[in-house]
Antibody
């Protein structure tokens, strides 16, 4: 059973960096899948942030591209998200998800609040 | 970006009803269209991928049709566990984009 679990700070200060990790269990991150980050806010709904392949190839949403970096740690079977220069508009529930037949496995989500 | 427009944004239904949700893309996405169900406090769960293929384990009362720009999700004989919010998502071109959601309420 594939499981994903997000972790990271729940509170980030404005202008700071949001850093999240998604631990994958039940499957190797080195399979033929893309690993995604999606966020959800009441106002903007579901927003795709980007994806990474185990080889390091990435695709980012152009709306966030200048602030986003994704990375993979194959030894830990996990992948990560960094979002810089955050504002209150980045307050959201952040999900990690596997790209397969659709986004077929998701983490439970982590609420990240940007506030001083 | 490809814009995804769902309608209605919410609907009221009763147990046993047949429910249809539509999704329109701002340009053709071929059959690269997925449907998700989301319950409060939970992550979305994929129901249908590639417009019409039922994900493993999803009840057969769910079905999807369409290609190009117009798609539908149908729920035959609505069950108590089907009251949720439904999203379409195009996987044709990056960035992936989602519809605004359809809330199915009692």
């Amino acid at each position: 059973q594939v499981q994903l679990q997000e972790s990271g700070p729940a509170l980030v200060k404005p202008s700071g960096t949001l850093s999240l990790t998604c631990a994958v269990s039940g499957a190797s991150i080195s399979t033929n899948n893309w690993w995604n980050w999606v966020r959800q806010t009441p106002g903007k709904g579901l927003e795709w942030i980007g994806e990474i392949f185990h080889g390091g190839n990435t695709n980012y949403n152009p709306s966030l591209k200048s602030r986003v970096t994704m990375s993979v740690d194959k030894s830990m079977n996990q992948f990560s998200l960094e979002l810089t220069s955050v504002t209150a508009a980045d307050t959201a529930v952040y999900f990690c998800a596997r790209g397969g037949r659709g986004l077929d496995y998701w983490g439970q989500g982590i609420l990240v609040t940007v506030s001083s | 970006d490809i814009q995804m427009t769902q309608s209605p944004s919410s609907l009221s239904a009763s147990l046993g009803d047949r429910v249809t949700i539509t999704c329109r893309a701002s340009q053709s996405v071929s059959s690269a269209l997925n449907w998700y169900q989301q319950k409060p406090g939970k992550a979305p769960n994929v129901l249908i991928y590639a417009a019409s293929t039922l994900q493993s384990g999803v009840p057969s009362r769910f079905s999807g049709t369409g290609s190009g720009t117009d798609f539908t999700l149908t729920i035959d004989s609505l069950q108590p566990e089907d009251f949720a919010t439904y999203y379409c998502q195009q996987a044709y071109r990056s960035p992936l984009t989602f519809g605004g959601g359809t809330r199915v309420e009692f």
